[in-house]
């Protein structure tokens, strides 16, 4: 006799992690209903090729109008889909626009993971269903300790984090008031070409390919010194999975253990494109300078049509800071210690930060070439929509 497929929900499906963990979760037979909220736009990109026709036979991929913002909607949804297991992603994840929507941040991110624990809890679902709360490494901010680990102060910088701050102890407090199998995976800072685009490191690949095509003439930044833990989005719903298959509810960190300057991001972006970049002066005034260039890199990545245009940046200034882009309070450095998830779930980064801005930076200059196509009047590179 064939056993029932595992139902997941996801909230936040049409973000980065929603997309990825779907995928993952479908090669695996489950049924997933993702959380989406009403727009007039479709804003489904990410999941479009998940999609099923309603009227297909044997569906296993539905989606759902929803808000975390609306408990009795919440509480419908768990009763009528009733999942064997809950991923709670969707939040408002921008760190400095939680600064000028703290109170919108804090209803989606705080309290709607509140919601959606309280509508498991009056359903009485505590023993049927695994809670997955997508918690993150802002949790440290002004880190107390390096590397960080499930056992390091937390010292949250942005609303955003301390948003996450309160999502992440109701978790915790539902899993030993109420004996629910609900985990937090605090997860690092993890990219991916479906990354959002005004997230630093999307900025970065969307417009390093942009000014190498000539759409663009400076990519502006804010705190270049700022180190970051990256790792890959697929890498990192692998754990959210493997978390909720163990027996016992828990906290783990999930990094790759390696952080780097956003300077080096920068770098490695033109990298891939044969420019080389050197940064020069201090402060406000610190720009990126391009000193070099690899044409026949650039070739096999831009494309020759493009070569007269990067030869005349040799030079030239494409990179520059801009305080605008200056949290109120910074996270100046996050490195993780993932020996507790390396341990128990057997997970462990298999992408380097190489491979990650690769897979953006190919990503990225395939839809630039397009809008390149487009803006000089269709000259001939059909060749590179292959």
Known sequence: MTAPKKRALITGVTGQDGAYLSEYLLKRGYEVHGLKRRSSLFNTERIDHLYQDPHQAE????????????????????????PDEV?????????????????YTADVVALGTLRLLEAI???HKEKEIRFYQASTSELFGLVQEMPQRETTPFYPRSPYAVAKLYAYWITVNYREAYGMHASNGILFNHESPLRGETFVTRKIS??????????????????L??????????????????ILQRDTPDDYVVATGVTTEVRTF???????????????GDGLQEVGVVTA??????????????????????????????????????????????????????????????????????????????????????????????
């Open 59 to 82: 569906r296993n991929f539905f989606l759902h109008y929803g808000d975390m913002t609306d408990g009795q909607g919440l509480a419908r949804l768990v009763e009528e889909i009733a």
């Open 87 to 103: 991923y709670n992603l969707a939040a408002q994840s921008h760190v400095k626009v939680s600064f000028e929507l703290p109170e």
């Open 121 to 123: 809890h009056l359903l």
């Open 206 to 223: 969307r417009s390093a390919s942009r000014i190498a095509m000539g759409l663009q003439e400076c990519l502006y930044l804010g705190n």
């Open 225 to 242: 010194s700022a180190r970051r833990d990256w790792g890959h989005a697929k890498d990192y719903v692998r754990s959210m999975h493997l």
């Open 266 to 280: 920068v770098r490695l972006a033109f990298a891939h494109m044969g420019l080389t970049i050197e940064f020069q």
């Open 293 to 386: 260039l690899d044409k026949d890199r650039f070739q096999v990545a831009v494309g020759e049509v493009f070569l007269p245009h990067a030869q005349s940046l040799i030079g030239k200034a494409i990179v520059a800071v801009d305080p605008a882009y200056f949290r109120p309070t910074e996270v100046e450095v996050l490195l993780g210690d993932a020996s507790k998830a390396e341990k128990l779930l057997h997970w462990k980064a298999e992408h380097t930060l190489e491979d990650i801005v690769c897979d953006m930076m190919i990503n990225d200059l395939q839809l630039m070439k397009r809008e390149a196509y487009l803006k000089q009047g269709g000259f001939s590179i059909c060749n590179y929509f292959e």
